[in-house]
């Protein structure tokens, strides 16, 4: 399996900015998946986005994969003081042992 | 539905205690998943059980085991309890997982704290 590193390690916006987050793996991948975490609580899935597919939406998120650069980026438009959390990406080989597998994160905060 | 409970949702131990967590997945899903979180090591990969059978683990030493029952609750164990075992444990749900990649849900974790 692997990690998907993601990048940068932290980022402080104002609200109303965007915030883009990107996310790096090594190894061919059947979907790239994001989540969100805020703090000390449990993950929720944000966006799934297949090998096939180069980008997509859901509400203020916007999801690329570049599968020949092996990189993925999370855009969020006009972001709130609700959106600071840590996002992780998490991209999913194939095989009958593939699993998710999480990097350490980026750390979001928006000022109000 | 209801969605991914796990319990307790705190935990104090001594060094040298064992530990068991539970969890509750989703009605329908099959597959549950178990994660360290700690500052240091960020989300690690811990194993898991599918149709009770452990499907896969990761490189956690064989103090940190866990078993799934025939309604899909999973519960895992750590015996031995080790200062650094302080940490957030996740537990995720899935239809299937594994490779097929479909979204896991997350329940509020447990956490651990040994002292």
């Known amino acids: 399996s692997q990690q998907g590193e993601e990048d940068p390690q932290a980022l402080s916006i104002q609200e109303g900015e965007n915030a883009t987050m990107n996310c790096s793996y090594k190894?061919?991948?059947?979907?790239l998946q994001w989540y969100r975490q805020n703090s000390g609580r449990g993950l929720v899935h944000l966006i799934l986005?297949?090998?096939?597919?180069r980008e997509k939406h859901s509400g203020r998120l916007r999801v690329t994969l570049d599968t020949s650069k092996k990189s993925s980026s999370l855009l969020i438009t006009a972001s709130r003081a609700a959106d600071t959390a840590s996002y992780f990406c998490?991209?999913?080989?194939?095989?009958?042992?593939?699993?998710?597998?999480f990097g350490k994160g980026i750390t979001l905060s928006v000022r109000p | 539905k209801a969605g991914v409970t796990q319990t307790p949702r705190y935990l104090i131990k001594t060094r040298g205690q064992q530990v068991t967590l539970s969890c509750s997945p989703i009605?329908?899903?099959?597959?549950v998943s178990w994660y360290q979180q700690t500052p240091g090591q960020g989300l690690q990969f811990l194993f898991e059980?599918?149709?009770?059978?452990?499907?896969n683990k990761g490189n956690f030493p064989g103090r940190f085991s866990g078993r799934q029952f025939s309604n899909s609750r999973s519960e895992m164990n750590v015996s031995t309890l080790e200062l650094g075992d302080s940490a957030l444990y996740l537990c995720?749900?899935?239809?299937?997982?594994?490779?097929?990649?479909?979204?896991?849900?997350f329940g509020p974790g447990t956490r651990l704290t040994v002292l």
């Open positions: 998490a991209p999913l080989g194939g095989g009958a042992n593939s699993k998710l597998t």
């Open positions: 190894t061919s991948i059947n979907n």
């Open positions: 986005i297949r090998s096939n597919e």
């Open positions: 059980y599918f149709s009770e059978t452990q499907r």
């Open positions: 995720a749900s899935s239809l299937q997982g594994g490779e097929t990649g479909d979204t896991q849900y």
């Open positions: 009605s329908g899903h099959r597959s």
